[in-house]
């Protein structure tokens, strides 16, 4: 087996783990611990008293337009990493032609400050 | 002793025994951090702390909760998506374990040294996120609600300048795998943080936000949201996302002393005995890392929302960009 295929395979295991790890700690904990279900148990929790309305209300999401700005900015990031371990390699054009695409994409975040993304009213 | 050597070089037992180690690793981690925070905040209050349990110190004090936990009731909401609201602790757990496979803990002690290390630690570090944002969502409550939208919208607004920091290291060891970072450092001779200290600050602050800890914890903020996205989340399930999050605290200050603090290596530390004490010098420089943050818990009061997401945009993502415009042509320049 490649060394290629080890490397995916221990991750897939540590991840596994992870969930193997929940899985068999609640299976222990289910033995021990008491199951007494009661109407109000069960209830949603509002500060002891009864929930008003539902529990999914309505909210203003404002982080939207972060996620927008945040898929922007990790697909540079993601452009910036193969360079990053290329620097020496690829040169001075690389390097001007990075820092053009670094300053193109502030500028978009310039152009969401001063449009008042970050303004909260 | 021939024997064993052999017996580990098979793939599937070597993977077996990591399996087990890292499995033992972190519900330990996360007493000793849990108990680290619970006797350092208990000192800088000018409290006892735990005292009792286990005779001397309180020492047995988190195992006692751990066993506390194993008979609380596990309640799931009427009003909650069940499916979801179940499997969510196991999201945040999987982010968590699987961050370990990339921590060198000495020369060839890395459980994998994957080549695009750090890149996978970053990407799978935000697994966790997800979890989060369902159990927000699928309690069903209004607290948990707005808890788990705040998450989301810190998580991602933080883990740009996360990501952006680590690339001043990157570029100056040319090599994305943690080890291959620690031995850059080791062939250089000096930590990185010295000429990349805007790069540690800004994954500090950046960490803690990932961390949800203060004073970034507006998620959880007790007192505006009760428990913010643990809400509803009782017993065991509750306790996996205190778990996740001293394991997590474990691997950020792992991963930022391995990429700016020289990982298992001390200047003056002649380099065969670092198999030996480089765990060692790791794990010191972690707890110092780890001692870092339950300090600031202590120290600093909560940001506001809109001061929250100001700080990451307006000030740490430019910082961290300039940051990497300047490393590189300094290194193509020199």
Redesign the interface.
Known sequence: ?STYF??Y???G???A???V???V??G???V??????T?E???????GVD?VG????Q?Y???YV??L??VI??VE?VF??PW?????EL??FA?VA??FF?VT??EG?VY??KKGV???E | MEFLIDLFDNFWVSLAGKLLLVATMIPLIGMVIGFAEMKLSAKMQARVGPYFAGGRWGWAQLIADGVKFFQKEDIVPDAADKPVFKSAPILVLVGTVALFVVIPFGPGLIFRDLSVGIFYALAISSLSTIGILMAGWSSANKYSLIGGLRAAGQLIAYELPLVLAVVGSVIMAGTMSMSGIVEAQINAGFPYVIVQFVGFAIFMVAALAELTRIPFDMPIAESELVMGYLTEYSGFRFLFFFLAEFANMFSMSAIAATLFLGGYWLPGIPEDLLSFVGPFILIGKVFLLAFLMIWFRWTFPRFREDQLQGIAWKWLIPLALANIAVTAILKVVL
């Open positions: 087996m080890e490397s395979l221990t991750v295991a540590f991840a783990l992870g969930a790890l929940v899985l700690m609640l222990v904990a289910s021990l611990r008491p199951t007494k279900p109407a148990k069960q209830l949603t929790y509002e500060c929930p539902d529990g999914w209300s909210t999401v404002r982080y972060f996620g700005l945040f900015f990790d990031a910036i990493f990053a371990i290329q620097v020496d040169g001075v390097l990075m820092l670094i994409v502030i975040l969401a400050v970050l303004r909260w």
